[in-house]
């Protein structure tokens, strides 16, 4: 009412004047509702639009949830029981509603939603003046390597996508690139992002990019198009050069509880906190939590809308440790209906009702000091660890011919669950490449199951392109039996945007 009152006076008052009297109502600012005109003006307005994107890692389709149903539960690994049908065949290769949210669009929508706020970073923060440039240019590669980071599981998970650049405008029809144009401009902005990022950083900015968290990511996009040397220099960089700073830590449990986080095995991991119990909007409550164990978890523990294949389970008991013992990394990976009887280990402090070949991913769990889940976890995700940087080292190492010298890398992951040399374990390897690689393939479950690196490695190997691996898999994981090659290698674009974008081609095996 006073508005209008004042606006009337205006017009009373001033006759003439009534339209530069409007004009300064309607330019009045709202500092809950900023222009892009009115914000990236100082320092602390671009540290808090670098904070935005590493925000994109608590929304849904991120790896705050969806995520996991993309990486782990597809490969064999994983599967999902859900009475949510839906929900269920979007990990069983049966793609019916390319719009279904909860399968595709979500992480469709967050992985550009990510590629956006980078880009608003790196389109407006060169405008501002810092009182320190290496400042600035360090917000500027923490946005390349984030715009990396997400542009690669596009890759992974879609192929070929539009390769967007700039911020975007509502109306913008975005081209469509090969996954090669992806994978290329993943590789620029990581190699530009390493120049200006950090080794490490202060104790209250840990979780942020560094240089071997650039060099590692680097390495895995050089390794999904078989660019053996350029894998082997980037991954050089944290094994036997500069960025070599890394180490296993000795209890391999640490790496999944919230208790000792960040830690020397840690190349990058997202920060997850329980601090907030909102949703996964843009609130002020908004939670930075991971609801991961909530529907991994249990049967009357959490939703249980995620298993583990028990062929795992089997991959551990088939080899013991130098004393006798089961490889100890079990007890930590999974749950399962010996785990009483084989380690002494209750869970959550009761036994379990199970079937005897059912198994749950175990990482992540909260069970050493709860007896339930939720919606907000605060145990961050390793994302990348020193372990997976070692096995990657060894099979680029024995792809380029130099199996020998790939032993030893191998022999630092098993040491830690005293497990034997690989070459005293498994003695007629030799220098075989292939026989090293298949052997290696184990490796990498063993270690790094349920870590959300499976469906890529299946994808590197070439496991996924033709009928005989294929049905190798299915032996293991029926769901690969609904799996058609040249067609379930990657996810079908959403409907919806194939339809408003001229430029936007949905995938022809869809």
Not at 73 to 101: C, H, K, M, V
Request: with cysteine.
């Amino acid at each position: 009412m006073k508005n209008l009152l004042y606006k009337i006076t205006c017009i009373l008052a001033f006759g003439g004047l009534v339209m530069s009297c409007q004009e300064e109502e309607l330019n009045l600012d709202n500092p809950n509702a900023l222009t892009t005109e009115q914000f990236w003006k100082t320092e602390n307005d671009a540290q808090l639009g670098i904070n935005s994107v590493y925000a994109m890692f608590y929304k849904d389709g991120s790896f705050q949830r969806w995520m996991y149903f993309r990486l782990d539960l597809t490969s064999d690994e994983g599967f999902s029981q859900s009475p949510w049908i839906e929900l269920a065949d979007w990990t069983r290769f049966q793609y019916i509603n390319y719009n279904f949210w909860e399968g595709n669009v979500v992480t469709w929508r967050d992985t550009y939603k990510a590629i956006f706020r980078a880009n608003q970073v790196l389109a407006n923060v060169p405008d501002i003046e810092f009182q320190n440039e290496d400042d600035k240019k360090k917000i500027l590669a923490e946005a390349k390597f984030l715009r990396a980071l997400h542009y690669y599981y596009a890759a992974i998970l879609w192929e070929d996508v539009p390769l967007v650049l700039e911020p975007s405008q509502p109306g913008d029809l975005h081209q469509q690139v090969p996954v090669e144009q992806i994978y290329a401009q993943v590789e620029k902005d990581l190699n530009e992002a390493f120049a200006d990022l950090p080794l490490d950083w202060p104790a209250d900015q840990v979780g942020r990019a560094t240089k071997g968290a650039a060099k590692a990511m680097l390495g895995k996009a050089y390794m999904q198009q078989h660019k053996w040397q350029e894998a082997k220099e980037a991954l050089d960089y944290l094994v036997i050069g500069d960025g070599a700073i890394y180490d296993l830590v000795e209890n391999y449990k640490d790496n999944f509880t919230h208790l000792n986080e960040n830690n020397q095995e840690s190349v990058f991991e997202i920060q997850f906190g329980d601090q907030r119990r909102g949703g996964t909007g843009e609130g002020p409550d908004a939670a930075v939590s991971s609801t991961r164990a909530q529907f991994f978890a249990p049967r009357g523990i959490g939703w249980s809308d995620g298993q583990a294949r028990y062929w795992l389970i089997d991959a551990f008991k088939e080899e013991s440790t130098v004393d006798g013992d089961l490889d100890p990394r079990l007890q930590h990976s999974f749950f399962y209906p010996d785990l009483f009887e084989d380690f002494g280990d209750r869970t959550y402090g009761r036994e379990w009702e199970w079937g005897e070949d059912e198994a749950w991913f175990r990482k992540g769990a909260r069970d050493y000091y709860r007896d339930n889940e939720d919606y907000y976890s605060e145990v961050n995700f390793r994302l990348i660890r020193y372990a997976d940087i070692l096995l990657r080292y060894a099979e680029v190492l024995n792809e380029l011919g130099n199996t020998s010298e790939a032993y030893q890398y191998v022999d630092l992951v098993r040491a830690r669950a005293n497990m034997a040399p690989l070459a005293v374990a498994y003695p007629s390897i030799g220098n075989d490449q292939d026989a090293f690689l298949e052997r290696l393939k184990k490796e990498r479950v063993l270690e790094l199951s349920g870590e959300s690196v499976r469906w890529a490695d299946l994808k590197r190997w070439g496991d996924l392109e033709t009928q005989a691996s294929v049905d190798e898999i299915a032996d293991r994981d029926p769901d690969f039996n609904n799996f058609v090659v040249g067609r379930n290698h990657r996810l079908p674009i959403p409907q919806d945007d194939v339809e408003n974008n001229p430029n936007l081609d949905q995938h022809p095996e869809y």
